[in-house]
């Protein structure tokens, strides 16, 4: 599991997914979510504007994140 920091109270699912490298475009990360392809915190997560907060986990395509502070 990669801890990915940051420094603001929190991000935004779709903007998570373009941080990390996983989606370039906002559109993509966008049919990703709502196609029920992200979960959160153990469940699918299908709102692309979800707030993530410090100790969120996040999982997509095989890739497990976990949200850490700065």
Same mark, same amino acid.
């Given at each position: 599991m990669e801890t990915i920091k940051i420094n603001t109270e929190f991000i935004k699912l779709d903007s998570f997914l373009k941080l990390t490298n996983l989606c370039e475009l906002g559109g993509l990360a966008k049919t $990703?979510?709502? *196609? +029920? *392809?992200v979960m959160v915190n153990g469940e699918v997560e299908t709102r692309r +504007? %979800? %707030? $993530?907060? %410090? +100790?969120? %986990? =996040?999982s997509f395509q095989g890739n497990d994140f =976990? =949200?850490?502070e700065k």
């Amino acid at each position: 599991m990669e801890t990915i920091k940051i420094n603001t109270e929190f991000i935004k699912l779709d903007s998570f997914l373009k941080l990390t490298n996983l989606c370039e475009l906002g559109g993509l990360a966008k049919t $990703l979510i709502q *196609e +029920g *392809e992200v979960m959160v915190n153990g469940e699918v997560e299908t709102r692309r +504007g %979800k %707030k $993530l907060y %410090k +100790g969120d %986990k =996040i999982s997509f395509q095989g890739n497990d994140f =976990i =949200i850490g502070e700065k």
